[in-house]
C-alpha cells in the first residue's frame, strides 16, 4: 500500500514540477490501455511490464487505469457490437484463424466480442490520447498551477520552517 | 555537474526495476514450488466438499510447471448417507498437459491415469457431511419448493402405501379382529338410517290405518241394517199399500248396505297403495344394504391381487435407496450442468430482475482449422486397479477416450470401456460401455453396464407391523442398458436376477407366516425388472418381476378364500344390522294388513249376508203379494191381476 500511496505521491509532485510531461501523458495513456483491457490478459502483462521498466510515470498509469475501467464499463454495449463486427468480419477470417492457433496470441482473449471491441478502441484512442494529456498537462501548469504559485498561502507555506525542513530532506533523500 | 542535470540525463530504461522485479520472481518461484501445491490440494478439497456435499480428502498433490503435469494421490470421497465409510477412493491420479496446446491456451491431456479405485472403503476418521441447506424464505420459496414439497409426500404416501398392500393382505389372510372394528363403526350404515325411518313410516301408516279403521261401518251399523231388514214385513200383506211400503223399506236398505260396500272398497284399494309403497321402501333398503356391504369392503382394504402391485410393494423398498442415489446425482447434475441443458424446450418467461451487464458474457469465438487443438481434450484416460494392493481394490482395466470440449473438431465421440472385479466384495464380471456422441446434430449418450455376480444382503422387502420380508441373502446378476438424447429424453431399462435368495419372513399371523414361507420356499430364480423413461428431470419408473407372478399364484386361493370370508363377515354384519329392523317392518307391515283384512272380510261378509236377506224377503213379497191377489180374484179375474203387476211394478 505505502508503494501505491509513494507513486501516486510522485504523480502529484511530478505533475506539479517543471518536467516529465513525456512520462507524464505515457503513464496516463497505458492507463486508457490497462482499464480496456481485461486483468488477467496477456496485454496487461505486457503494459505492466511496460510501465514498470521503462520511464513511464506509474502513478499516473495507476490512476488512469482506475478511471479508464469506469469508462471502459459504460462502453461495453458498444465493445461489444464492435468486437462482433470485426470478429464476424470475413476478411479478417484467415488472420484470426491463425492467431487463434498461435501460440501466447489466444492469452489476449481477442476471440471474445468486448475484449475485441475495447482493445480496438483503446488502441484508436491510444495516440490522441497521449497529446492530448500533454496539451492538459501543460495547461494545467501555465494556468492552475502558476495562479496557486503565486497566492499569499503558497507564499506563505514557502516561507514555514516545515518547508525548508521538507525541502532539505527531500534534496538529500529523494 | 549539478542535481538537475543529472536527473535529465536518466535513461528511458528503468534499471532499478530489475532487482524488485528479480525479487517477485522469486517469490513467485518460491511459492509456486513451496505453497502452491498445498493451496491448490485446500482449493481441491474445498470444491469437491461444495459438490457433493460430503468431506473428500486428498492425501498429495503434486504440481510441475515445467512438465505441465500433475499428482493427485489419494483421493477419498465420504459417503455422506454412511460418514464413517468413503463412497469412492481413487490411489493415483496422473496427467499432463502439452505445453504446446498450453501456450495456445488449451488443455491437451494425451494420457492420464487413473489407479487403484476402491469403493465403500471404511475412513480412519468419519467424514464430515455439509448440512442440510437451510428452508429459503419469500415466495421463491413457495413456489419451487411446493413441488418438491408435493412430489417428496407423494413418494412417502407410495410407500405406505406399499407397506399397507402387504399388511392389508395380511389382516385379510389372518383375519384380523374385523369384528371389533366393525362395532366401531355402528350406527354410521346409511341402511341402518334408512331401515329407521322405514319403521318410523310404518308406525305413523299404522296410526293413520287405524283411525281409517275407526271410520269405517262398525259389525253395529251392519247388525242395524240386519234388524232394520228383520223388521220389513215380506207375507201376508193386506192392502196394496203395505206391500208398496215394505218394498221401498228393502230398498232403502240395500242402498244403505251398497254405500257401506263402497266405503269398504275405497279404503281397501288406498291400504293397497301405501302397501305397495312400502314394498318399494324395502326393495330400496335392499340395495342400500348392497351398497353399504361394498363401502365397507372398501374400507377395510380388501385388495384385489395383481402381479404389478405386488411387486411394486414387494420392491419399492429395495430400489428406493437406488432411486434415492439416482435422485441425489441428477440434483447434482441440475445444480451444475448448464440450466439451458435441462430447460431447452421450456417457453421463455420475461425475467423482470435487472440483467447481468454485457462485460459478464460478451461472445467468444472459436476460430478453428482441422489441425486445431479444441479448448479441452483429454486423449486417453488409463484406468487401472489391481486386486491385493488393498482390501478392498479390486481389478479394474478400462479406458475412456477422447473426452473434449468440441467432439465435432476432433471427429470422434467420448467412448468409455471399463472391466472389473472386486474379488473382497464378491463382486465379478462387472462392465460399463459408455459413449458420448455430441458429433451430430443431437447429442446422444449411450450406455450399457453389467455386474455378472453380486452379493445381496440384509434387503428390507416390506416392513409393516403384520409382516415383514427381507431378502436375507442372494446371489444378484445385473444389467442395465439405456440412452439419453439432447440431454433431455432418458430412457433406461435395469435387468436383475437374483439367484439362490433365502428370504426372511415374519408375520403376526401363524397362516400368513406359513403361507408367505410357502409361497417363496418354491420360488424359482427372482428376476426383476424396471424401466425408466421420460424427459429430465422428470422420470417415471416401473418396475415388473417374477416374484409378483409367482407369488400371485401362490397366494391367490388362499387370499380368495379369505376375502370372500371377509366379504361373507361384512354382508353378515350388514345384514345382522339392518335385517333386525327389516323383520320388524315386514312383522308389523303383515300384522296390519291380516287385522285390516280380517277386519273389512268380517263386514264385508256381514254386509252381503243381509244383502242376500233383503233380495230374498223382496222376493217372498213380491210372489205373496202374487199368490195373495190370484186368490182373492179368482180365475177370471185375470186382468185384475194383471193391473195388480202393473201397479207393483212386477
Not at chain 1, 108 to 118: A, D, E, H, L, P
Request: proline share 4%; with cysteine.
Amino acid at each position: 500500500m505505502s508503494l501505491l500511496l509513494k507513486q501516486f505521491y510522485s504523480f502529484f509532485q511530478l505533475l506539479n514540477s517543471e518536467t516529465g510531461i513525456n512520462q507524464l501523458a505515457a503513464g496516463l495513456a497505458c492507463g486508457l490501455l490497462l482499464g480496456f483491457a481485461p486483468a488477467l490478459s496477456l496485454q496487461t502483462f505486457l503494459v505492466i511490464f511496460l510501465v514498470f521498466f521503462f520511464r513511464i510515470q506509474m502513478g499516473a498509469a495507476i490512476l488512469s487505469a482506475f478511471f479508464f475501467k469506469l469508462v471502459a464499463f459504460l462502453f461495453d454495449p458498444l465493445a461489444d457490437s464492435l468486437g462482433r463486427a470485426v470478429l464476424e468480419s470475413q476478411a479478417l477470417r484467415p488472420l484470426f484463424v491463425s492467431l487463434y492457433n498461435m501460440p501466447l496470441v489466444p492469452m489476449t482473449r481477442f476471440n471474445n466480442s468486448i475484449v475485441m471491441g475495447s482493445m480496438v478502441i483503446s488502441l484508436v484512442l491510444l495516440v490522441p490520447a497521449f497529446f492530448v494529456f500533454r496539451i492538459l498537462i501543460e495547461k494545467y501548469r501555465a494556468t492552475v498551477l502558476a495562479r496557486f504559485q503565486q497566492s499569499k498561502l503558497w507564499h506563505a507555506y514557502k516561507a514555514s520552517a516545515f518547508y525548508n525542513w521538507y525541502s532539505k530532506y527531500h534534496q538529500l533523500y529523494g | 555537474m549539478t542535481k538537475t542535470e543529472t536527473k535529465k540525463t536518466k535513461s528511458w530504461i528503468r534499471w532499478n526495476a530489475v532487482v524488485p522485479f528479480v525479487i517477485f520472481l522469486a517469490i513467485l518461484f518460491v511459492y509456486f514450488h513451496f505453497f502452491f501445491d498445498h493451496n491448490l490440494r485446500k482449493g481441491l478439497e474445498w470444491a469437491g466438499y461444495k459438490a457433493m456435499g460430503a468431506e473428500v480428502d486428498i492425501a498429495d498433490l503434486e504440481t510441475s510447471f515445467w512438465h505441465a503435469n500433475l499428482h493427485i494421490h489419494d483421493i477419498q470421497m465420504t459417503n455422506a448417507e454412511k460418514p464413517s465409510e468413503n463412497s469412492l477412493e481413487i490411489g493415483d491420479i496422473r496427467f499432463g498437459m502439452l505445453w504446446d496446446a498450453f501456450l495456445r491456451m488449451k488443455f491437451v491431456v494425451n494420457e492420464a491415469t487413473v489407479d487403484n479405485i476402491r469403493f465403500a472403503t471404511t475412513r480412519k476418521n468419519p467424514g464430515r457431511v455439509a448440512p442440510p441447506e437451510p428452508p429459503k424464505t419469500g415466495p421463491s420459496f413457495m413456489e419451487k419448493d411446493s413441488e418438491e414439497l408435493k412430489q417428496q409426500a407423494l413418494a412417502e404416501a407410495q410407500q405406505k402405501y406399499a407397506d399397507n398392500f402387504v399388511g392389508d393382505l395380511a389382516a385379510v389372510l389372518g383375519g384380523a379382529d374385523s369384528k371389533a372394528q366393525l362395532g366401531k363403526i355402528e350406527g354410521t350404515l346409511a341402511s341402518k338410517e334408512k331401515a329407521d325411518k322405514i319403521e318410523a313410516d310404518l308406525k305413523a301408516k299404522q296410526d293413520a290405518w287405524n283411525q281409517k279403521l275407526k271410520s269405517l261401518p262398525q259389525s253395529k251399523d251392519i247388525q242395524a241394517l240386519g234388524d232394520r231388514l228383520g223388521k220389513v214385513k215380506y207375507q201376508d200383506f193386506k192392502n196394496p199399500q203395505e206391500l208398496q211400503a215394505s218394498l221401498q223399506e228393502l230398498n232403502s236398505i240395500v242402498q244403505q248396505g251398497d254405500a257401506y260396500s263402497k266405503q269398504l272398497n275405497g279404503v281397501s284399494q288406498d291400504f293397497d297403495k301405501d302397501l305397495k309403497g312400502m314394498d318399494t321402501e324395502v326393495k330400496d333398503l335392499d340395495a342400500q344394504i348392497k351398497a353399504d356391504t361394498k363401502s365397507l369392503e372398501a374400507r377395510f382394504h380388501l385388495p384385489s391381487i395383481n402381479t404389478k402391485d405386488l411387486t411394486r410393494a414387494l420392491f419399492n423398498k429395495y430400489l428406493g435407496k437406488y432411486m434415492a442415489k439416482i435422485n441425489r446425482y441428477r440434483a447434482l447434475a441440475e445444480k451444475y450442468l448448464p440450466p439451458k441443458l435441462f430447460k431447452k424446450d421450456q417457453p421463455k418467461v420475461a425475467d423482470e430482475s435487472i440483467q447481468p451487464h454485457p462485460r459478464e458474457k460478451g461472445v467468444t469465438y472459436e476460430f478453428t482449422h482441422p489441425k486445431s487443438y479444441p479448448l479441452l481434450w483429454v486423449k486417453k484416460v488409463r484406468i487401472s486397479s489391481e486386486a491385493g494392493s488393498s482390501p478392498d481394490a479390486g481389478n479394474v482395466r478400462g479406458e475412456i477416450t477422447n473426452i473434449t470440449s468440441n467432439q465435432r473438431l476432433i471427429g470422434t465421440p467420448t467412448i468409455a470401456s471399463v472391466d472389473a472385479d472386486f474379488p473382497a466384495n464378491n463382486i465379478h464380471g462387472a462392465s460399463l460401455k459408455m459413449t458420448l456422441d455430441d458429433t451430430q446434430a443431437e447429442s446422444l449418450v449411450t450406455y450399457k453396464m453389467a455386474v455378472a455376480s453380486y452379493p445381496v444382503s440384509g434387503n428390507d422387502l416390506v416392513n409393516s407391523p403384520d409382516v415383514q420380508i427381507a431378502l436375507k441373502t442372494a446371489t444378484g446378476k445385473m444389467d442395465v442398458s439405456g440412452e439419453l438424447k439432447a440431454l433431455r429424453d432418458f430412457k433406461m431399462n435395469i435387468d436383475n436376477e437374483f439367484n439362490g435368495a433365502q428370504f426372511d419372513i415374519a408375520a403376526k399371523d401363524a397362516t400368513v407366516l406359513g403361507i408367505l414361507k410357502g409361497a417363496f420356499a418354491h420360488l424359482p430364480a427372482v428376476n426383476l425388472k424396471g424401466t425408466a423413461s421420460g424427459y429430465l428431470p422428470s422420470i417415471s419408473f416401473d418396475v415388473e418381476s417374477n416374484v409378483g407372478s409367482e407369488l400371485e399364484k401362490a397366494l391367490h386361493q388362499q387370499i380368495d378364500a379369505k376375502i370372500a370370508e371377509a366379504r361373507k363377515q361384512i354382508e353378515n354384519y350388514v345384514n345382522g344390522e339392518v335385517q333386525k329392523t327389516r323383520d320388524q317392518i315386514n312383522k308389523q307391515t303383515q300384522q296390519i294388513r291380516d287385522q285390516f283384512n280380517d277386519q273389512v272380510k268380517k263386514l264385508q261378509d256381514q254386509l252381503n249376508g243381509q244383502k242376500k236377506q233383503v233380495e230374498a224377503k223382496s222376493d217372498q213379497a213380491k210372489k205373496d203379494a202374487e199368490n195373495q191377489a190370484k186368490k182373492s180374484l179368482g180365475n177370471g179375474g185375470q186382468k185384475a191381476v194383471d193391473d195388480l203387476k202393473k201397479k207393483f211394478g212386477l
